[in-house]
Nanobody, 121 residues
Framework: QVQLVESGGGLVQAGGSLRLSCVGTGTIFGINGMGWYRQTPGKQRELVAKITAGGVANYADSVKGRFTISRDNLKKTVYLEMNSLKPEDTADYYC???????????????WGQGTRVTVSS
């Protein structure tokens, strides 16, 4: 069974930094796009950043210039470096990846368990 295992969340003061990691485990034949999403109570889950297999990144307007997404294909890992954090960044962050899990050439979306980021003012 494929799993996306997240880590790096925690408590941080406004203006601080945090680095999230997401590692793919299990039988993985390949990974296409990867991304980070976040969700707060009563709100729709929103895209924070995504990165293609070739390393092309896109960001939500709210995090441009502050967050950086990157990936290490050998390690099957995607990272989110978060700088200049604001209280409004407080949320549960979820890793997402399009994964090929068998010899059949098809990609399936998988989600991490979520990691909590809390930014205090």
């Amino acid at each position: 069974q494929v799993q996306l295992v997240e880590s790096g969340g925690g408590l941080v003061q406004a203006g601080g930094s945090l680095r999230l990691s997401c590692v793919g485990t299990g039988t993985i034949f390949g990974i296409n796009g990867m991304g980070w999403y976040r969700q707060t109570p009563g709100k729709q889950r929103e895209l924070v950043a995504k990165i293609t297999a070739g390393g092309v990144a896109n960001y939500a307007d709210s995090v441009k210039g502050r967050f950086t997404i990157s990936r290490d294909n050998l390690k099957k890992t995607v990272y989110l470096e978060m700088n200049s954090l604001k209280p409004e960044d407080t949320a549960d962050y979820y890793c997402n990846a399009a994964v090929r899990t068998s010899i059949e050439y098809r990609w399936t979306d998988y989600w991490g368990q979520g990691t909590r980021v809390t930014v205090s003012s």
